[in-house]
């Protein structure tokens, strides 16, 4: 892979995206993008997913040509680029991209992967309650409003403990 195919890479990554929020997501997906760039410091991933939303709040909106020209930049340093929704609704969707740099890793894994190209994924995180094949909100991570609320409470008060319950019996 070479630095001008990162943006064909990354667009191959937006309609999977797309895609997988068409199939799992009862979401109106709007077709007016905007991104997110995020850099994975290998942090916790709990202690990260839990700052991410008020990080993400406060960034720059860009384009996907302001950021791709950012990621060229680092492209010698990128090892995985990951995309996800961070916000949708009719009027825009706000779109994630992570990466992680390989100076993140310690020298021996370093050496190993320097020349390596980046790879990259789509991924739609699913909410703890959502039953296989079932569609739920895109927006859940980043709130989800009352909907998400309330489906959370029935899943932690009745359906988790009800769960566990037959897979012990």
């Not at 916790?44 to 040509?65: I, Q, V, Y």
């Not at 009027?91 to 020298?107: C, H, V």
Request: with cysteine; hydrophobic share 40%; net charge positive.
């Amino acid at each position: 892979m070479h630095r001008e195919s990162l943006k064909d890479s990354i667009n191959i990554c937006i309609t999977n995206l797309l895609g997988l929020a068409k199939i799992n997501c009862w979401n109106s997906i709007s077709p007016n993008l905007f991104f997110i760039l995020s850099d994975f410091k290998g942090v916790n991933f709990t202690e990260h997913n839990m700052s991410r939303n008020r990080a993400n709040n406060s960034k720059n909106l860009l384009t996907l040509d302001s950021a791709v020209e950012i990621l060229q930049k680092e492209f010698n340093d990128l090892y995985d680029v990951t995309l996800y929704i961070f916000r949708a609704n009719t009027k825009e969707t706000i779109l994630e991209i992570q990466y992680y740099r390989k100076s993140n890793f310690d020298a021996d894994y370093f050496a190993a992967i320097k020349n390596d190209p980046p790879r990259f994924h789509s991924k739609i995180a699913m909410p703890g309650y959502a039953l296989e094949g079932e569609k739920f909100d895109v927006n859940w991570e980043s709130g989800g409003g009352i909907h998400h609320v309330w489906r959370n409470f029935l899943w932690r008060n009745f359906l988790c403990k009800r769960k566990i319950k037959n897979l012990k019996g």
